[in-house]
């Protein structure tokens, strides 16, 4: 209900994606008069959507801390509830982040050991599967070496999961290659992530740069939150400033409008590559359940990415398999205290 197209656009995104997907089925929260009209007008709906009602929905204005004191009715505590109490496998919404986080976090609890969870998006890229992982994206601005190691640890089960990569590449954003560059919690994450490579079957190339995340040295690129938003922001800024310029280049003189024809079928094939819709959906990583945020405006096609994506991380079992893997190789107050003799581990 949260979404900027509201709950059209969802229950036509859904509906794309039960076409696509015969095994899914499909639980919506909210105000069940409304929802049971759209449902109706979608025959490829009928028996496999259940309908939840909640009344209330949460703004993308309203502050988490408001949602926290009064969220229970609405829409997006009801989804997450459900995955909490195993009614649905994963949950999908189009609200907004900062509440969906706090609602994520209060139900359905960080797994043993996680410090922070971290947002993890796909990015298009020269990788041969055409998307590299990068996380954290937003959901925490801090991040310490601890951090670090368990964004590798959970981009790596991602990717396995997600673009089944059976040992990925693993790459710590930095302002340079070399190895004596950044700040000290970058250089012991490092070291950190290095050690645990092996044990938990994941090539570690070091640090990348920015010029990296589309590229192809590596499959997972591993950030702070806040480095992570900045690049995430300005790469889709930029995506659609290439668009907004091709079109003016294209109707600048007559002969441009009939190259822009002749061009026609490739444009479409680069429209198609960087559309942000076709990897629409940030996975919610280190929570006792998977939940993924779509784009607030995402459109009936962003909403059935998002679905198609929930779906596959939940038919793999994805959550249980990310648990088993950070907890396997967690490190200890001890290990991050030998890396950092001078921080405080009290």
Same mark, same amino acid.
């Given at each position: 209900? /949260?979404?900027?197209?509201?709950?059209?656009?969802v229950?036509?995104?859904?509906?794309?994606?039960?076409r696509e997907i015969?095994?899914i089925?499909?639980?919506?929260?909210?105000?069940?008069?409304?929802?049971e009209?759209?449902?109706?007008?979608r025959k490829?709906?009928? /028996?496999?959507?259940?309908?939840?009602n909640?009344?209330?929905?949460?703004?993308?204005?309203?502050?988490?801390s408001?949602?926290?004191?009064?969220?229970?009715?609405?829409?997006?505590?009801s989804?997450v509830?459900?995955?909490?109490d195993?009614t649905?496998?994963?949950c999908?919404s189009?609200?907004?982040?900062?509440?969906?986080?706090a609602?994520?976090?209060i139900?359905l609890?960080?797994?043993?050991?996680?410090?922070?969870p971290?947002?993890?998006?796909?990015?298009?890229?020269?990788?041969?599967n055409?998307f590299?992982?990068?996380l954290?994206?937003?959901?925490d601005?801090?991040?310490d070496?601890?951090d670090?190691?368990?964004?590798?640890?959970?981009?790596?089960?991602?990717?396995?999961?997600?673009?089944?990569?059976p040992?990925?590449r693993?790459?710590?954003?930095?302002?340079?290659?070399?190895?004596n560059?950044g700040?000290?919690?970058?250089k012991t994450?490092?070291d950190?992530?290095?050690?645990?490579?092996?044990?938990?079957n994941f090539?570690?190339?070091?640090?990348?740069e920015g010029g990296?995340?589309?590229g192809?040295?590596?499959?997972?690129?591993?950030?702070?939150?806040?480095? /992570?938003?900045?690049?995430?922001?300005?790469g889709?800024g930029?995506?659609?400033?290439?668009?907004?310029?091709?079109?003016?280049?294209?109707?600048?003189?007559?002969m441009?409008?009939i190259?822009?024809?002749?061009?026609?079928?490739?444009?479409?094939?680069l429209?198609?590559?960087?559309?942000?819709?076709?990897?629409? /959906?940030?996975?919610?990583?280190?929570?006792?359940g998977?939940?993924?945020?779509?784009?607030?405006?995402?459109d009936?096609?962003g909403?059935a990415?998002?679905?198609?994506?929930?779906?596959?991380?939940?038919?793999?079992?994805?959550t249980?398999?990310l648990?088993?893997?950070?907890?396997?190789?967690a490190p200890?107050?001890?290990?991050?205290?030998?890396?950092?003799?001078?921080?405080d581990?009290?």
């Open positions: 209900m /949260g979404g900027d197209h509201g709950p059209a656009a229950v036509a995104g859904i509906s794309r994606s039960a015969p095994d089925g499909f639980i919506l929260h909210g105000p069940s008069r409304e929802l009209r759209l449902v109706k007008k490829n709906l009928v /028996g496999r959507v259940e309908i939840c909640a009344d209330g929905v949460v703004s993308m204005e309203d502050k988490p408001q949602v926290m004191r009064k969220g229970k009715g609405t829409s997006m505590w989804a509830e459900s995955v909490r195993g649905a496998t994963v999908v189009c609200g907004n982040t900062g509440a969906l986080m609602i994520s976090m139900r609890r960080k797994l043993p050991g996680i410090k922070r971290a947002i993890a998006i796909l990015w298009p890229s020269r990788s041969p055409g590299n992982v990068m954290d994206v937003g959901a601005i801090r991040a070496e601890t670090l190691l368990q964004y590798a640890l959970m981009g790596a089960s991602y990717a396995r999961n997600g673009l089944n990569l040992r990925p693993i790459g710590l954003l930095n302002v340079g290659t070399e190895e560059k700040r000290s919690e970058l994450a490092h950190m992530i290095a050690e645990r490579a092996e044990s938990a090539d570690f190339v070091g640090f990348v990296d995340i589309p192809n040295a590596a499959d997972v690129i591993v950030t702070d939150g806040f480095t /992570g938003n900045v690049a995430l922001k300005t889709e930029t995506a659609s400033l290439i668009g907004d310029l091709l079109r003016q280049a294209f109707k600048h003189t007559p441009s409008r190259a822009s024809l002749l061009a026609y079928s490739s444009l479409q094939r429209k198609r590559r960087i559309d942000p819709r076709r990897v629409n /959906g940030g996975v919610f990583l280190g929570l006792n998977t939940v993924v945020k779509s784009h607030g405006s995402a009936a096609t909403i990415a998002a679905v198609s994506l929930a779906f596959q991380l939940a038919d793999t079992g994805f249980q398999k648990a088993a893997r950070v907890a396997s190789v200890t107050p001890d290990d991050v205290a030998t890396k950092n003799p001078l921080k581990t009290s």
